[in-house]
């Protein structure tokens, strides 16, 4: 079972703000159902039950409000990754793992799925933002594994690994899209059995066979 944005930081919770909290899921329920530029603030403001004032005391800007309900989801994303990879066991099982997990909390929660893959890239100041800092955590959990991997032997040394990150990401974002977009399913065990045979059948180091080879007679 997956953990929910809203049910996995109660201490946190406690001590924030309830207008603060209204706000941010205010934004999380309106994004369910429109594009972060189709939002006003007047909108938000009326979800949350507050003026636009108080929107005004926690958060600079529209923008700034849309960073923190990621960085929550975000926070939450990379407790239950860890949590998930304590139990496998060697390069390629972290891996699907990782993949794995990721698949299944875009499904659970397609709101930070849609924020993630759409909403702030589009703006070139999101690539030099805290938010962007915090979100490479999870791709460096990645690339930490890949790194791993072609130190023990698993995956072949002549392949970058911030290369295989990327095509990993790709696919897994790829695939995601139409949840995004129409609602559609993420069939997390099906994607996950083909984006890693696609992949690990490119990154594996070759076994090599020893013994010399029988000449024909």
Not at 71 to 85: A, C, G, M, T, V
Not at 120 to 132: A, D, G, K, M, Q
Not at 178 to 197: M, R, S
């Amino acid at each position: 079972m997956m953990m929910k944005v809203n049910g996995s930081k109660d201490q946190k919770r406690l001590s924030t703000p309830p207008g603060h909290i209204k706000i941010s899921r205010a934004m999380i329920s309106l994004l369910k159902k429109k594009s972060f530029d189709a939002i006003t603030w007047t909108e938000i403001a009326e979800t949350a039950g507050v003026n636009e004032g108080l929107i005004y005391k926690y958060f600079k800007n529209k923008r700034n409000l849309l960073h923190y309900v990621l960085q929550e989801y975000n926070s939450d994303f990379l407790k239950i990754i860890r949590k998930n990879l304590q139990d496998a066991e060697g390069t390629f099982d972290k891996i699907k793992t990782f993949i794995s997990s990721t698949l299944s909390y875009y499904q659970e929660t397609p709101v930070f799925a849609k924020i993630l893959i759409i909403e702030v890239r589009n703006f070139p100041e999101f690539f030099t933002s805290e938010t962007y800092e915090l979100l490479r955590e999870y791709t460096n959990i990645l690339l930490d594994i890949l790194k791993e991997g072609i130190k023990c032997g698993d995956i072949r040394s002549d392949m970058s690994p911030r290369y295989i990150r990327q095509m990993i990401n790709g696919a897994i974002e790829h695939l995601c899209l139409p949840k995004i977009i129409f609602g559609t399913k993420v069939k997390t065990k099906e994607y996950t059995e083909e984006i890693c045979k696609l992949v690990f059948n490119g990154i594996k180091k070759p076994v090599k066979t020893s013994g010399r080879r029988k000449s024909a007679k």
